[in-house]
Nanobody, 114 residues
Framework: VQLQASGGGLVQPGGSLRLSCAASGGSIFSFNAVGWYRQAPGKQRELVAVMGRSGSVTYADSVKGRFTMSRDNAKNTVLLQMNSPKPEDTAVYYC????????WGQGTLVTVSS
């Protein structure tokens, strides 16, 4: 399984950005869970959102109401729509998938700044 994250970049506070994670070697809807994590400079990696096989999503309190995780089965991709980002959302964002093992994408940098 390989995961390819993309869509990062510079975004202004209050703007929007959409991250994508494309999977190859496995179907998105077959994983037990697919998640978005982030790691800010000097901090530990933390969970942003995780989607179970049923499609239900759990969000970190810090992003609830602002970020939305979804999946596109046709494109075998999971998305993270980031609305109203804040400077504290600046981090490298990673996607991961879990089944009988855990796989990580390479990360995409999101910088929230005016």
């Amino acid at each position: 399984v390989q995961l390819q994250a993309s869509g990062g970049g510079l975004v202004q506070p209050g703007g929007s950005l959409r991250l994508s994670c494309a999977a190859s070697g496995g179907s998105i809807f077959s994983f037990n869970a697919v998640g978005w994590y982030r790691q800010a400079p000097g901090k530990q990696r933390e969970l942003v959102a995780v989607m179970g096989r049923s499609g239900s999503v759990t969000y970190a309190d810090s992003v609830k109401g602002r970020f939305t995780m979804s999946r596109d089965n046709a494109k075998n991709t999971v998305l993270l729509q980031m609305n109203s980002p804040k400077p504290e959302d600046t981090a490298v964002y990673y996607c991961n998938a879990e089944l009988y093992s855990t796989w990580w994408g390479q990360g995409t940098l999101v910088t929230v700044s005016s």
